[in-house]
């Protein structure tokens, strides 16, 4: 007879209200728009320099615990780290080490594919070029992040084993986007880490909320704000299609509506009101002589 597992067997794990580990819709939309500006510009950046038509793609934006984003990496890539000024974390820039080299096999004029390269670490020579594309991603990060990104930003190494290479602790939040880098014919993952902590505060409360005591006041505000096309409309005519049909320049419909009768004052189909046709300045202008009550 089986028995069931004690209480004391399960683990528990304690939750921090004060840092979530979701992103507000809010959050990841803004957060989305301005990591598709960087992929865009990382992507022209990379066929300038690499001179090889290039493609960056932003897949998705999430927010994960640095243990759990380093324990989905490849256990041997390239892991560029970002220090931010007044911040311990730091951000982390990654992409397969056979990739990179790729890039810098183009850049000084060869041809070699990404699949025909050894997985190792890079040369000083490959370093420095490698770190010189980074330099410039760097500058179209802060630019595509604009006032999300209030503090500097710059490389302080690379590290080549995702186990080993402690940019931030195990429990910190990290907002990370994902990549899609196409050159040529080839493609490879790359991803963007950032700590949290320097992103969130520049967006806000996450589902600012009001009272409702008074949301009838805040229903009414909102409303009269929105815009609406008003027309002047005179009385109708009934003509039939014959008439239409036979229609030729310089051909006159007589109108049933009184020239000394106001127009009616038309908004979204339902009449509020009668205007008589005036000026403003230069513009046309209508006077409105009276308003008309309308229970539907």
């Not at 840092?19 to 992929?39: C, D, I, K």
């Not at 022209?44 to 998705?60: D, F, G, M």
């Not at 850049?107 to 980074?134: C, S, Y």
């Not at 520049?202 to 505000?221: M, W």
Request: charged letters at 20%.
């Amino acid at each position: 007879m089986s028995r069931a597992p004690s209480a004391a067997a399960k683990s528990v794990e304690l939750y921090d209200f004060r840092r979530p580990t979701t992103l507000a819709r809010e959050h990841s939309r803004v957060l989305e728009l301005a990591f598709e500006t960087f992929a865009r510009q990382w992507g022209t950046q990379l066929t300038a320099k690499v001179r090889l038509v290039s493609q960056v793609t932003c897949e998705q934006v999430t927010m994960v615990t640095y243990d759990e984003y380093a324990a989905g990496l490849p256990a041997h890539t390239a892991m560029v780290l970002c220090e931010l000024a007044d911040t311990e974390p730091k951000a982390v820039i990654q992409f397969p080490t056979t990739a990179a080299l790729s890039w810098v096999t183009h850049m000084l004029g060869g041809n070699g594919a990404a699949h025909d390269l050894p997985e190792r670490k890079f040369t000083p020579l490959e370093q420095v070029l490698v770190r010189r594309l980074i330099d410039d991603a760097l500058e179209d990060l802060r630019y595509s992040l604009g006032p999300l990104l209030v503090t500097g930003i710059g490389v302080s190494g690379i590290q080549y084993n995702s186990q080993f290479a402690q940019a931030a602790a195990t429990r910190d939040l990290m907002i990370v986007a994902s990549f899609t880098i196409r050159m040529g014919d080839e493609i490879a993952p790359a991803t963007l880490a950032m700590p949290s902590e320097v992103l969130l505060p520049q967006l806000g409360a996450a589902s600012p909320t009001k009272s409702a005591a008074n949301v009838r006041e805040l229903l009414h505000d909102q409303l009269a704000q929105v815009p609406v096309e008003v027309a002047l409309q005179v009385t109708p005519a009934m003509v039939r299609p014959s008439t239409i049909l036979s229609l030729a320049a310089g051909d006159l419909i007589p109108l049933p509506h009184p020239a000394h009768r106001p127009f009616a004052l038309i908004v979204d189909g339902v009449q509020l009101a009668r205007a008589a046709v005036g000026s403003n300045g230069s513009r046309l202008a209508c006077v409105v002589v009276n308003t008309e009550e309308n229970p539907s």
